[in-house]
């Protein structure tokens, strides 16, 4: 079902212009708006799902299948030095788009974007606590 306030919604439906790049029976992959380097796509279910917590696990397969695709595809055609892929699952993850996507973001030697920690040697003591929690 799709939401009629969804941007991606009607990016999928072709309501709004977007430069699509590929599309299969699940899924579109299309180029962001405002790319944070050069070739940044995104990949959504056709489907409207707000985030990773409820996509249906066939859709989230589909969109991770046509992500890989992508990232094959500006590795080979666009020079890149690597890939990362991101999802942002709810606003304090930096979510801004509720509609479930995957963001394909080209890296190059010299662009600008880094890690968003400081990677730091944790407490074994917490790391054991906190796993204890998630088993
Ligand atoms: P989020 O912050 O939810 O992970 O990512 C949303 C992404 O959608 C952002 O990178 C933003 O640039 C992109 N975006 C927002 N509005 C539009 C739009 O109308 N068209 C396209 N192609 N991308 C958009
Ligand atoms: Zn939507």
Redesign the pocket.
């Known amino acids: 079902m799709r939401d009629p306030d969804c941007?991606f919604c009607k990016?999928v439906a072709g309501e709004?212009p977007?430069?699509k790049v590929d599309e299969d029976e699940r899924t579109v992959a299309?180029?962001?708006?405002?790319p944070?380097t050069r070739g940044?796509v995104?990949v959504v279910p056709r489907e409207h799902v707000r985030n990773l917590l409820e996509v249906d696990p066939e859709d989230l397969q589909a969109t991770m299948a046509t992500a890989q695709r992508m990232a094959r595809r500006v590795s080979e055609r666009l020079g890149v030095a690597g890939v990362n892929l991101?999802?942002?699952c709810g606003s304090a993850a930096?979510?801004?788009?509720?509609h479930f996507?995957v963001?394909v973001i080209p890296r190059y030697e010299d662009d600008p974007l880094r890690l968003p920690w400081i990677p730091a040697e944790g407490d074994p003591a917490e790391i054991e606590a906190v796993a204890r929690e998630l088993r």
């Open positions: 941007i990016i709004l977007s430069q299309f180029m962001d708006i405002s944070a940044h995104l991101l999802n942002a930096w979510q801004t788009v509720w996507h963001h």
